[in-house]
């Protein structure tokens, strides 16, 4: 299920799509969008992330009998879930990666969940360069699996603390602040200086 609370120790406090916002889109739609979904919509402002693709909430619309809202970052495929399940508390996710909608094995909270992490090492603040000499997992460190059929990752190639992430093939360590990134940089045996991306575009040495 996705956890907003644990979506906010990656991100902080946000605010996304408002109520008549939401309720306005699904007056076009005729249909009213799942809560895992609404909660990430109203609650978060993420919808490009790393290899997923949240469709702003303009861009939702429905095909045949799934409502499309993600897909892949270069849109080879897309994923939805069938109308039939919407008022589920947390349906399965369908993905027409094999040219048609079947499921892809994984429920909604946990795809949202799953993107929340990815995303986290794409956005600042963003450590780059990160070369660590510690046995990963770190203690305190569990490695993230993808939760799709649809979308495999190298193993070991991502790892969480709850409050960051670290990606093991481009060296990006990326959390909440500057902050979270040094003690997670800390707790990684991060080895080397490495620079940290601000949203302003500049960098600092975090060593």
Same mark, same amino acid.
């Given at each position: 299920m996705f956890s907003l609370p644990s979506h906010q120790q990656l991100w902080g406090i946000e605010l996304g799509d408002t109520e008549a916002s939401l309720h306005a889109a699904e007056l076009v739609l005729g249909v009213? @969008?799942?809560e895992p979904l609404r909660t990430f919509l109203r609650q978060t402002q993420l919808?490009? &992330? %790393?290899e997923i693709h949240l469709k702003p909430l303009e861009a939702l619309r429905i095909e045949g009998? /799934? $409502?499309v809202f993600a897909q892949e970052q270069q849109g080879c495929?897309?994923? #939805? $879930?069938?109308?039939g399940t919407l008022m589920e508390p947390d349906p399965i996710v369908l993905s027409d990666f094999e040219s048609r909608w079947q499921s892809d094995e994984c429920r909604l909270g946990a795809f949202l969940q799953f993107a929340s992490q990815l995303a986290r090492v794409v956005f600042p603040p963003v450590g780059r360069s990160v070369i660590t000499e510690r046995e990963l997992p770190a203690p305190g460190w569990t =490695?993230?699996?993808s939760p799709l059929k649809s @979308?495999? @990752? =190298?193993p070991g190639s991502f790892f969480t %603390? #709850?409050? &960051? /992430?670290f990606c093991t093939l481009d060296g990006s360590l990326g959390a909440v602040d500057v902050a979270a990134v040094r003690v997670a940089a800390d707790q990684l045996g991060v080895t080397e200086q490495f620079a940290i991306a601000l949203d302003s575009g500049d960098f600092i040495d975090s060593r």
């Open positions: 009213r @969008l799942p919808r490009d &992330a %790393n009998d /799934v $409502l495929w897309q994923w #939805g $879930l069938d109308l =490695e993230i699996m @979308l495999s @990752l =190298e %603390n #709850g409050r &960051a /992430v």
